[in-house]
């Protein structure tokens, strides 16, 4: 099967920063007493992938049981990137991710999808000198796998011979969604069909393996 085109997801599969994200969520919700903390910071987990704002919508709506203000909801917003860009802009790199990326670059078109806002992630990769890699950089909104499908569109490519590598629920969903194949990073996925690793040291091979069939 050929090989057409590579998106990635960016927290925790480029970048290391999904505890610090999780850690900026918790420190947003703490004034809100400790039940509502615990309830947000458990439902990101769940979500990755998910824009912050819609998780800031339904800490109100289904935990404060009220919906959140448009300024109540910009502030949310404010002060979580306060607490979360200086430690994402310095994660980590996912171990296997850089090597992947540089071994794929040129071979086939790369993509970042992300429920990161779109500012603020074309900025981190910028500044991480990661852009250069990919033919498009793409943040929320719209959600994942309307972010996918539109990859997908501009790259006119097949889904059956693109991959999506993500390390979430929501990724693997706008993989199926869109009709991609799929690479996991994290147990998560253990025990499901789709390959995954721990980290993304084999998905190099993998790809390979697949570009080959």
């Given at each position: 099967?050929?090989?057409?085109?590579?998106?990635?997801?960016?927290?925790?599969?480029?970048?290391?920063?999904?505890?610090?994200?999780?850690?900026?969520?918790?420190?947003v919700?703490?004034?809100?007493?400790?039940?509502?903390?615990?309830?947000?910071?458990?439902?990101?987990?769940?979500?990755?992938?998910?824009?912050?704002?819609?998780?800031?919508?339904?800490?109100?709506?289904?935990?404060?049981?009220?919906?959140?203000?448009?300024?109540?909801?910009?502030?949310?917003?404010?002060?979580?990137?306060?607490?979360?860009?200086?430690?994402?802009?310095?994660?980590?790199?996912?171990?296997?991710?850089?090597?992947?990326?540089?071994?794929?670059?040129?071979?086939?078109?790369?993509?970042?999808?992300?429920?990161?806002?779109?500012?603020?992630?074309?900025h981190?990769?910028?500044?991480?000198?990661?852009?250069?890699?990919?033919?498009?950089?793409?943040?929320?909104?719209?959600?994942?796998?309307?972010?996918?499908a539109?990859?997908?569109?501009?790259?006119d490519?097949?889904?059956?011979?693109?991959?999506?590598?993500?390390?979430?629920?929501?990724?693997?969903?706008?993989?199926?969604?869109?009709?991609?194949?799929?690479?996991?990073?994290?147990d998560?996925?253990?025990?499901?069909?789709?390959?995954?690793?721990?980290?993304l040291?084999?998905?190099?091979?993998w790809?390979?393996?697949?570009?080959?069939?």
């Amino acid at each position: 099967m050929p090989l057409s085109c590579i998106v990635f997801d960016c927290d925790g599969v480029i970048l290391e920063s999904v505890n610090v994200k999780t850690e900026a969520f918790a420190r947003v919700a703490e004034p809100f007493g400790c039940e509502v903390r615990d309830r947000l910071v458990a439902y990101h987990l769940e979500n990755g992938g998910v824009s912050r704002y819609k998780k800031f919508e339904w800490m109100f709506r289904e935990v404060l049981g009220r919906e959140i203000s448009s300024d109540e909801l910009n502030e949310l917003g404010r002060r979580y990137a306060e607490y979360a860009f200086e430690g994402v802009l310095n994660a980590q790199l996912v171990p296997g991710a850089y090597d992947a990326i540089t071994a794929w670059h040129g071979c086939v078109p790369m993509y970042v999808c992300s429920g990161a806002p779109h500012e603020e992630l074309t900025h981190i990769l910028h500044e991480r000198g990661l852009s250069r890699f990919f033919a498009g950089i793409y943040g929320s909104p719209p959600g994942k796998s309307e972010l996918l499908a539109k990859v997908v569109k501009l790259a006119d490519v097949d889904p059956a011979t693109t991959v999506m590598v993500g390390d979430s629920k929501t990724d693997l969903r706008a993989a199926e969604d869109v009709g991609t194949l799929f690479y996991g990073r994290g147990d998560t996925f253990a025990g499901g069909t789709h390959p995954w690793g721990d980290d993304l040291t084999g998905l190099s091979a993998w790809l390979e393996t697949l570009a080959a069939d």
